[in-house]
């Protein structure tokens, strides 16, 4: 085994490191505190290439490998877990989706504005009575002509209601199988399209700086061509961009427990009580210590993941295990984080308060971390 990073993966990583302090760091609290959408990182990320990395050149993408794609999350949530959850949703649960689904001209018309950051794209699956249960969909689409038309509502969605240009797409329900059960397909619907509009931005504990919304869908008309796939797998389909999904978010896990260890690390060593520097003090050494070896530990099994996927190679149990393990560290760093910190990191003037209200998502997104452990369990042969 290889646990060393090529000169590519780790010159892309250092440059994104870069950007991150440079051009995110100086403006996350005030975003975060004002819950405004950050837009005018959107043009400068996109410009570095980060809505397009693990696509093709031919696209505009930059033909890295997932495990890059990793790296350059991590260095995001390092920083700012909103930053780094819009471009996941950019990238694996929206331009995956139609890179992987769509034809050649459903590519031209949505994955080449998506990676040049002149689209925000969002993926539409979570329902009042649909999220770890996607069957529950109740949002329907019904064949007209040469139409859909949907009818419906989503929640919680990322990338939604911005006054950017918006694709979303979405789990509608299109007919029922021969066993009773639902057909349910992916469509892509365009913000602005008669019919479909989106709420207003949820008041959230994290992520307060990324965009997120209600859809909903009232004789919503789009294009026939707007199904991406085949009619009735939308299911499948959505199943294996979680998987994606689940690296993803395992990745902002250990960009996130690493920001909050570089923090408090710092804060330890420049806190003095009993007339030393509370890092002399063994009980914060350990602390340190253990956050140090869950990281490592969540980094190993994100990237393992992240390597079979590139290498085509099964890897759905082993991102489950990497998204419940990285995602369930994130919250216990940054608790101890703020241990470390004490009463100034319950104020909200430390960043590592922010980075606390983070990481509780962590656990529900991409499938909740009971839903993890279901998944690796069916994988385990039970």
């Known amino acids: ?96 989706l139609i890179y992987r689904l769509g034809t050649e001209a459903q590519r031209d018309k949505w994955l080449r504005p998506l990676i040049r950051g002149e689209l925000l794209g969002g993926f539409g699956l979570t329902e009042p009575s649909a999220g ?3 069957g529950g969909t109740r949002t329907k689409a019904e064949r007209v002509g040469d139409h859909w038309v949907i009818n419906g509502s989503k929640c919680f969605i990322s990338n939604a ?13 299109t007919g029922n199988g021969t066993n009773g059960k639902k057909l349910i397909s992916a469509l892509v619907v365009e913000s602005g399209t008669p019919g479909f509009r989106a709420g207003k931005q949820y008041r959230k504990m994290g992520w307060r700086s990324s965009a997120t919304a209600e859809l909903i869908f009232e004789d919503c008309r789009i294009p026939a061509a707007n199904l991406l796939g085949v009619e009735g797998q939308g299911f499948k389909q959505f199943l294996e961009t979680l998987n994606l999904g689940r690296i993803a978010i395992a ?38 210590a253990d956050m140090a070896v869950k990281i490592e530990l969540a980094r190993l099994i994100t990237h393992k993941a992240a390597v079979l996927r590139d290498h085509v190679k099964p890897f759905a149990k082993e991102a489950a295990m990497a998204k419940l393990y990285a995602s369930e560290i994130a919250t216990e760093v940054s608790h ?47």
């Open 1 to 96: 085994m290889d646990f060393e990073l090529t000169s590519e993966q780790v010159g892309f990583r250092d440059t994104v490191r870069h950007f991150a302090e440079k051009e995110i760091r100086p403006i996350a609290e005030e975003l975060d505190a004002k819950g405004e959408f950050h837009y005018a990182l959107v043009p400068k990320m996109a410009e570095l290439g980060l809505f397009g990395t693990i696509f093709p050149e031919k696209y505009g993408g930059l033909g890295v490998d997932t495990l890059t794609y990793s790296l350059v999350l991590e260095e995001l949530a390092r920083v700012d877990s909103s930053v780094a959850a819009t471009v996941a949703g950019q990238v694996n649960l929206c331009g995956d």
């Open 132 to 134: 770890s249960d996607a």
């Open 161 to 173: 209601g911005t006054r950017m240009k918006e694709i979303v797409v979405i789990a509608a329900v």
């Open 251 to 288: 990745s902002l896990g250990v960009g996130l427990a690493q920001g909050c260890l570089e923090m408090a690390l710092e804060h330890a060593k420049n806190r003095e009580q009993f007339g030393q520097p509370i890092s002399k003090f063994q009980a914060i050494q350990f602390k340190l």
């Open 336 to 382: 101890q984080a703020i241990q470390v910190y004490g009463g100034a990191g319950f104020m909200d003037d430390s960043a590592v308060s922010r980075f606390y209200r983070d990481a509780r998502i962590l656990e529900i997104g991409e499938g909740t971390s009971e839903i993890q452990r279901m998944v690796i369990a069916r994988h385990l042969g039970c």
